[in-house]
């Protein structure tokens, strides 16, 4: 072999490894990508679905602070009903603290 097929395989060799080096740099970003997807698509499906859960969870729990007392005919007792004004209010409220909750875990603790 003289000097310059050595040279020439050297030249060969470092491009190689300058390829192997670019495409080590490409997926690293790549997959820094990937990882940000799913914590994104977890935190938008739980500002879509916590209003539901909460609404269905104070509906099915009947606490007081949602219910009314309406007196029954011809008696001296008193029934509860709900009062969907304030199950869309408290559901709002508690959808809106628990969105800044989320939003302070998944976006400002980064």
């Known amino acids: 072999m003289t000097d ?7 030249k060969y060799l470092r491009s190689q490894v300058d390829g192997i080096k670019n495409n080590n740099e490409n ?7 990937i990882q940000e997807l799913p914590k994104t698509s977890i935190v938008v ?13 104070l509906l099915n729990a009947e606490p007081d602070f949602i ?7 011809n008696s001296y007792f008193m ?5 969907y004004l304030f199950l869309y209010l408290y559901t709002l409220v508690i959808y809106i603290i628990l ?12």
């Open 45 to 57: 499906v739980l500002y879509i679905v916590l209003p539901f859960i909460i609404y269905y969870s």
């Open 4 to 10: 310059n097929d050595i040279i020439e395989k050297l």
């Open 79 to 83: 029934k509860k009903e709900i009062s």
């Open 67 to 73: 219910m009314y007392e309406i007196q029954q005919e």
């Open 27 to 33: 997926q690293k970003g790549t997959e820094s990508k």
């Open 99 to 110: 969105c800044l909750i989320i939003y302070y875990i998944a976006y400002l603790l980064e």
